[in-house]
């Protein structure tokens, strides 16, 4: 389901920008995940939960895309990082509200599970309701084009350009080390931490993604998207080591308030940063393609994380994973000169018509 989610990102982003619509395409996704979950409830065979499982998939595959780019154009060009960074932010609240909420409906119903899914339509549909009044702008495509990472602009030609390319394949490669968060879950159980903690253990991670992913949203709109997505790559790196080599219960608690600031350090930034790179008629393909990219990588990702683990056990994978984030991080530093080449040609071609 996942998989598949993945591969029709492309395909929606690049609908949404040929009708030139976003709304449209957020309310379909939303409304379609909304509606396919209480229907877990009916569901009596393992084929039928695959089914509702691929139709959430896929309303998520219809709207991510449209929604980024929604938000690129919805704010001025030197806010996107703090755009992204609420809304990341508030992503991860949702992730500590729902199972919250899970929780009470299992007390209320007797730990029947059936009834967390019917009732899991009333929160969708209130999001809908949101929806509605979004306004969809359409932002000038110079100013959009504006880069705060180094002060220039590219040309219209994002999607094919080194720079995106570049950059995609850095964030690809290093995917192949972010595989699963299970393998976090079990690293936490290996050096002692209580099942009945595990919940619990989420949550702080959650919370200090939400707390960090609106700060490193405004650093990047400060101080530049580059910097803080060179500094990500290379914080993930340290993080894994660590991971490798922790052996206590206190460290691993460490590590997960480190992890949430990591995604804060990303998340919204990388969505922020394509929308420097690419222009606003394609910035939903854009984005499609870079979810696919990250989706196909997941995979693979936690199929060598877990034959590493096997084989040479915990440590060894986590330093393998470390690997992967440095070698992210040297193709994105080639990324970086391309793009700054593409914005000094562009410059000067600006410059020439003028005169």
Same mark, same amino acid.
């Given at each position: 389901?996942?998989?598949?989610?993945? &591969?029709?990102? $492309?395909?929606?982003?690049?609908?949404?920008?040929?009708?030139?619509?976003?709304?449209?395409?957020?309310?379909?996704?939303?409304?379609?995940?909304?509606?396919?979950?209480?229907?877990?409830?009916?569901?009596?065979?393992?084929?039928?939960?695959?089914?509702?499982?691929?139709?959430?998939?896929?309303?998520?595959?219809?709207?991510?895309?449209?929604?980024?780019?929604?938000?690129?154009?919805?704010?001025?060009?030197?806010?996107?990082?703090?755009?992204?960074?609420? *809304?990341?932010?508030?992503?991860?609240?949702?992730?500590?509200?729902?199972?919250?909420?899970?929780? &009470?409906?299992?007390?209320?119903?007797?730990?029947?599970?059936?009834?967390?899914?019917?009732?899991?339509?009333?929160?969708?549909?209130?999001?809908?309701?949101?929806?509605?009044?979004?306004?969809?702008?359409?932002?000038?495509?110079?100013?959009?084009?504006?880069?705060?990472?180094?002060?220039?602009?590219?040309?219209?030609?994002?999607?094919?350009?080194?720079?995106? &390319?570049?950059?995609?394949?850095?964030?690809?490669?290093?995917?192949?080390?972010?595989?699963?968060?299970?393998?976090?879950?079990?690293?936490? *159980? =290996?050096?002692?931490?209580?099942?009945?903690?595990?919940?619990?253990?989420?949550?702080?991670?959650?919370?200090?993604?939400?707390?960090?992913?609106?700060?490193?949203?405004?650093?990047?709109?400060?101080?530049?998207?580059?910097?803080?997505?060179?500094?990500?790559?290379?914080?993930?790196?340290?993080?894994?080591?660590?991971?490798?080599?922790?052996?206590?219960?206190?460290?691993?608690?460490?590590?997960?308030?480190?992890?949430?600031?990591?995604?804060?350090?990303? =998340?919204?930034?990388?969505?922020?940063?394509?929308?420097? &790179?690419?222009?606003? =008629?394609?910035?939903? $393909?854009?984005?499609?393609?870079?979810?696919?990219?990250?989706?196909?990588?997941?995979?693979?990702?936690?199929?060598?994380?877990?034959?590493?683990?096997?084989?040479?056990?915990?440590?060894?994978?986590?330093? $393998?994973?470390?690997?992967?984030?440095?070698?992210?991080?040297?193709?994105?530093?080639?990324?970086? *000169?391309? *793009?700054?080449?593409?914005?000094?040609?562009?410059?000067?071609?600006?410059? =020439?018509?003028?005169?």
């Amino acid at each position: 389901a996942e998989a598949t989610a993945s &591969l029709f990102r $492309t395909v929606f982003g690049r609908w949404s920008d040929r009708v030139k619509r976003r709304k449209i395409f957020i309310f379909c996704g939303y409304g379609l995940s909304a509606l396919s979950k209480p229907f877990l409830y009916l569901a009596q065979t393992w084929t039928a939960v695959l089914t509702v499982r691929f139709s959430d998939r896929m309303g998520k595959a219809m709207r991510n895309p449209a929604r980024d780019a929604l938000i690129s154009t919805s704010i001025s060009v030197n806010r996107k990082g703090r755009a992204f960074g609420i *809304h990341r932010g508030m992503d991860r609240l949702g992730a500590i509200g729902g199972p919250l909420l899970a929780l &009470l409906v299992l007390h209320f119903f007797e730990d029947n599970v059936r009834w967390v899914f019917l009732l899991s339509v009333v929160p969708g549909l209130l999001a809908l309701i949101f929806i509605i009044f979004a306004r969809e702008m359409r932002a000038a495509t110079q100013n959009a084009l504006a880069n705060p990472g180094g002060g220039e602009s590219v040309n219209t030609t994002g999607l094919k350009q080194k720079g995106f &390319l570049l950059f995609l394949l850095a964030n690809i490669v290093f995917t192949l080390g972010n595989s699963s968060n299970a393998f976090l879950i079990l690293k936490a *159980h =290996e050096a002692g931490l209580a099942v009945a903690l595990i919940p619990v253990i989420w949550i702080v991670y959650n919370l200090f993604c939400t707390l960090s992913s609106p700060v490193f949203g405004i650093v990047s709109d400060r101080v530049g998207r580059q910097p803080v997505i060179a500094s990500s790559f290379l914080y993930y790196a340290v993080l894994y080591l660590l991971f490798g080599i922790a052996g206590s219960v206190w460290q691993v608690w460490a590590l997960f308030a480190a992890y949430g600031v990591y995604y804060g350090l990303s =998340e919204g930034v990388l969505r922020a940063y394509i929308a420097d &790179l690419v222009e606003e =008629e394609s910035r939903s $393909t854009a984005y499609g393609i870079f979810n696919t990219g990250i989706g196909i990588a997941l995979l693979p990702a936690s199929v060598i994380m877990g034959l590493i683990w096997d084989a040479f056990g915990s440590r060894w994978a986590f330093f $393998t994973s470390a690997g992967f984030s440095l070698a992210g991080f040297f193709i994105f530093l080639i990324s970086v *000169h391309f *793009h700054r080449r593409a914005g000094q040609k562009y410059s000067s071609q600006e410059s =020439e018509a003028f005169l």
